[in-house]
């Protein structure tokens, strides 16, 4: 019988990651295509730019509660991977948000990729849920 939800995954990445996030989109851009996407802003206009096909909401940007936001769906069984590119080498003003959006995803066990390697591998494993 055919599915007929299909699951979602989320896509955030920091300012400095955001041109790794954009190629990891359109290297991805065929698999990605089988999932309901969300994001937080400007990540998610940045994809959505160079990928308009994609399924995407774009929530809040991330020091606005984007993260915030992700975390919610998380905690509601929304939200079954996530790609998060962080830049370690940049403070953040909204760091605590993006602590309590990585506990979360361990709380939940929901798979995370924090850079453009594990992503690779990760999203390849994803090609049989959808
Ligand atoms: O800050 C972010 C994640 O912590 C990303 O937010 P934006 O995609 O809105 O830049």
């Known amino acids: 019988m055919a599915k007929l939800i299909k699951r ?63 975390g919610a769906l998380i905690a509601e069984g929304q939200v079954h991977g996530l790609f998060f590119f962080v830049d370690p080498l940049t403070a953040m003003p909204h760091d605590v948000d993006v602590k309590a959006l990585t506990r979360l995803v361990l709380v939940y066990d929901i798979p995370m990729a924090c850079n453009p390697s594990t992503a690779d591998m990760i999203i390849r494993q994803m090609t049989h849920l959808n």
């Open 8 to 70: 979602t995954l989320a896509l955030i990445a920091h300012d400095q990651k955001k041109d790794e996030m954009v190629a990891f989109a359109e290297t991805h851009r065929a698999i990605l295509a089988k999932f309901d996407l969300v994001a937080t802003g400007t990540t998610g206009g940045r994809v959505l730019a160079a990928c308009p096909e994609l399924s995407l909401t774009a929530l809040k940007s991330g020091p606005m509660g984007g993260d915030q936001q992700i």
